[in-house]
């Protein structure tokens, strides 16, 4: 599976931004979608995830209620929209993928994209 994120940029407080994940090479909807970031000088974290058939979602506590994962298989593309983002919000953002059967929410993706940046002033 090879992944492809865009739709990063730079943001004021508050704003929104969506960011896309387009993936080749297989049918997406085999597929666990994760969003990944890495803000300078921090380990690489979870942010959200979504199963294969788009009915589960799961995300970190710093971003509840402020980010939506979503996805659309027929296109093979998984999508994080984001809202009221704070500055704490910079980082590199990476789509992930693993098999839909692989248990786990937060780890063991097999396949990365190559980031997109987002930039939250304050």
């Known amino acids: 599976v090879q992944l492809q994120a865009s739709g990063g940029g730079l943001v004021q407080a508050g704003g929104s931004l969506k960011l896309a994940c387009a993936a080749s090479?297989?049918?997406?909807?085999?597929?666990?979608m994760g969003w990944f970031r890495q803000a300078p000088g921090k380990e690489r974290e979870f942010v959200a995830t979504?199963?294969?058939?788009?009915?589960?979602?799961y995300y970190a506590d710093s971003v509840k209620g402020r980010f939506t994962i979503s996805r659309d298989n027929a296109k093979n593309t998984v999508y994080l929209q984001m809202h009221s983002l704070k500055p704490e919000d910079t980082a590199v953002y990476y789509c992930?993928?693993?098999?839909?059967?692989?248990?786990?929410?937060?780890?063991?993706?097999?396949?990365w994209g190559q980031g997109t940046q987002v930039t939250v002033s304050s």
């Open positions: 090479g297989r049918t997406l909807s085999s597929y666990r």
């Open positions: 992930a993928a693993k098999p839909a059967l692989r248990a786990g929410y937060t780890s063991t993706y097999d396949y």
């Open positions: 979504i199963s294969g058939s788009g009915g589960t979602t």
